[in-house]
Nanobody
Framework: QVQLVESGGGLVQPGGSLRLSCAAS????????MGWYRQAPGKQREMVAT???????NYADSVKGRFTISRDNDKNTVYLQMNSLKPEDTAVYYC????????WGQGTQVTVSS
């Protein structure tokens, strides 16, 4: 079975940093584009960052310059380094596997508040 297990969420003050991890299993990890998406209360889920097989990446305008997506194919893990966090970054963050059979992780809560 495909599994995407997120970790690293929590409560952080504005301007702080957090690193999310997504450990994948049941797939040939290096083949797929992976991504991080988020959903704030009352809002639609939105793309935050994606990273392809060749480690090409793209970001939502709202996080450019602050967030960095990366992947370690040996560990079957994708990361999201989040710096200079803002209250508007508060959301549940989901790991995503692209492809013909897309898959979502369970989500991890990120709360940015003073």
């Amino acid at each position: 079975q495909v599994q995407l297990v997120e970790s690293g969420g929590g409560l952080v003050q504005p301007g702080g940093s957090l690193r999310l991890s997504c450990a994948a299993s049941g797939i040939i990890f290096s083949v797929y584009t992976m991504g991080w998406y988020r959903q704030a209360p009352g809002k639609q889920r939105e793309m935050v960052a994606t990273i392809g097989r060749l480690r090409n990446s793209n970001y939502a305008d709202s996080v450019k310059g602050r967030f960095t997506i990366s992947r370690d194919n040996d560990k079957n893990t994708v990361y999201l380094q989040m710096n200079s966090l803002k209250p508007e970054d508060t959301a549940v963050y989901y790991c995503h596997k692209d492809g013909a059979r897309p898959y979502w992780g369970q989500g991890t809560q990120v709360t940015v508040s003073s």
